[in-house]
T-cell receptor, first 115, second 116 residues
Framework: EPEVTQTPSHQVTQMGQEVILRCVPI?????FYWYRQILGQKVEFLVS????????KSEIFDDQFSVERPDGSNFTLKIRSTKLEDSAMYFC?????????????FGPGTRLTVL | AQKVTQAQTEISVVEKEDVTLDCVYE???????LFWYKQPPSGELVFLIR??????QNEISGRYSWNFQKSTSSFNFTITASQVVDSAVYFC?????????????FGSGTRLQVQP
């Protein structure tokens, strides 16, 4: 069964460093998402991406964040200058976008630890 | 603005008990989708069910059943004869794909502990 994959599973970085989180969405899906979950809290939407551009973003997704689909398979989230409060689990999700199939399937997550 | 409330922070039951997880949502939109996701201790988010606002039929899938009531803005989830493997955090979520707002708004989750 097709699934969303994410790398790395765990990333440790120093405050102020740039990190890139990688995701491979399900093949033929058209919508891509990033969410984050601070430990013990609810899942929060960051950004959605469709047709090579951002379609929605939340207040959390400020200028420190960017997303890119550099090729036909990868979808990346870059955090330019990490802060302690960026420590969280980051989930990628994809959705086919076809009629009646509005379901987002999530990857296993990348745990980001900022020291 | 939309909101999803899961008032039960944590529920503990003994195996084979039935348990209902509550979800109440707020929206002024007439078209929306509701979801349940499971987050086991391993951390991934597993899709369980999607329901659109025009379909108020209850659904049963094995030991799982869902009760959607627009009149009370609720979408509750019942596990019958719970098992230890059901131990997880369960999230209810809401989205509006028909109006281009596909982002999921999650509730704060309910942690279910099933004791052997």
């Amino acid at each position: 069964e097709p699934e969303v994959t994410q790398t790395p599973s765990h990333q440790v970085t120093q405050m102020g460093q740039e990190v890139i989180l990688r995701c491979v969405p399900i093949s033929n899906h058209l919508y891509f998402y990033w969410y984050r979950q601070i430990l013990g809290q609810k899942v929060e939407f960051l950004v959605s991406f469709y047709n090579n551009e951002i379609s929605e973003k939340s207040e959390i997704f400020d200028d420190q964040f960017s997303v890119e689909r550099p090729d036909g398979s990868n979808f990346t989230l870059k955090i330019r200058s990490t802060k302690l409060e960026d420590s969280a689990m980051y989930f990628c999700a994809s959705e086919s976008g076809g009629a009646g199939t509005d379901t987002q399937y999530f990857g296993p997550g990348t745990r980001l630890t900022v020291l | 603005a939309q909101k999803v409330t899961q008032a039960q922070t944590e529920i503990s039951v003994v195996e084979k008990e039935d348990v209902t997880l509550d979800c109440v949502y707020e929206t002024r939109d007439t078209t929306y989708y509701l979801f349940w996701y499971k987050q086991p201790p391993s951390g991934e988010l597993v899709f369980l069910i999607r329901r659109n606002s025009f379909d108020e039929q209850n659904e049963i899938s094995g030991r799982y059943s869902w009760n959607f009531q627009k009149s009370t803005s609720s979408f509750n989830f019942t596990i019958t004869a719970s098992q230890v493997v059901d131990s997880a955090v369960y999230f209810c979520a809401l989205s509006f794909p028909d109006t281009g707002r596909r982002a999921l708004t999650f509730g704060s989750g309910t942690r279910l502990q099933v004791q052997p």
